[in-house]
């Protein structure tokens, strides 16, 4: 549970507390822009929660100062992999509240308020997902690869056949983590399963009868800093970490998980021979993404599926001894 709530500082007296989470490594510039696009809207967290995981401690984050109604608090730590940067983001939070977002994008002068507004409105068995826009191409061949655009609200619940929550642009309250647990430290950036750690939790909240809102007004910027280069090495780590989250849920009494990932892989196979001829960079993303989600199922299944060990309960927490250090 989070300690007592301090006394209501925000400069907006309809937000109450929360506590924002970026966890971020080796970005320093990416990161700095997104903390001052942060503290630049209208609304701002009571506590914003940097957990860094770079190579070396960021050179200004550490010392920043700010006048709006924020505190900064910056963790460094030598632990790697997203997941457990935004688990040690929640074991630090103070408030109930919680937001997240990511060290790449740039946020509206609106996002925090719609974000934390609808949360609010919607009640504590809720969780709030906003749109993600492509940001201004940085660099020649430069692209997002994770985006959404829907102008429309959305409600989503129960077993919806899709993956609708997005953890750079999210808010729910500190007991839908406590109900159904944190982040795979085993999923996404920086882990053997290099993504779909936003999928498994927001399966495993639809799951336990939350409602997953999209909120378009809750507007940020998804920055395109990757170029070409990277795209093949990308749809290969996102394959991988779908094809774990795939294999993490399927069941032999319940077949609905790999329905969906028949299906998923019947649809790729389709968009690779559709795009062979004119869009063959396309083609070979998505030949390479299905050959990551077939690596990702077969070690998952390997080397997780059947192990009951010590590992796997601290994936509910993402939290080892060496990473409380960091949080005292």
Known sequence: MGVE??????????LPESSLIIPSRNRPELLL???KSILQGAEVPTELIVIDQSSAPHPTLASIATNRACEIRYLWTKSIGVSRARNMGIGAARYNILAFTDDDVNVTSTWYGALIGALISAGPRAVISGRVLPGIVQRPGGFVPSTKTDEKRAVYAGRIGEDVLYTNNAAMFRSAVEEVGSFDVRLGAGSIFSNAEDNDLGFRLLEAGYHIFYVPEAVLYHCAWRDEKDY???????????????????????????????RHVKNHCRGCLRRV?????????????????????????????????SEESHSATGVYDSDREALK
Do not use: C
């Open 33 to 35: 822009s997104t903390v």
């Open 5 to 14: 709530p301090r006394k209501n500082t925000s400069e907006s007296p309809g």
């Open 232 to 262: 093949l090495p990308l749809r290969w780590s996102y394959g991988r970490g779908q094809g774990a989250y795939y294999a993490k849920h399927l069941s032999l009494r319940d077949q609905y998980m790999l329905r969906r990932m028949l």
């Open 277 to 309: 001829r004119r869009q063959r960079l396309l083609a070979y993303g998505d030949g390479i993404y299905l050959l990551g989600l077939f690596s990702g199922v077969a070690q998952w299944l390997v080397t997780q599926r059947w192990m009951m060990s």
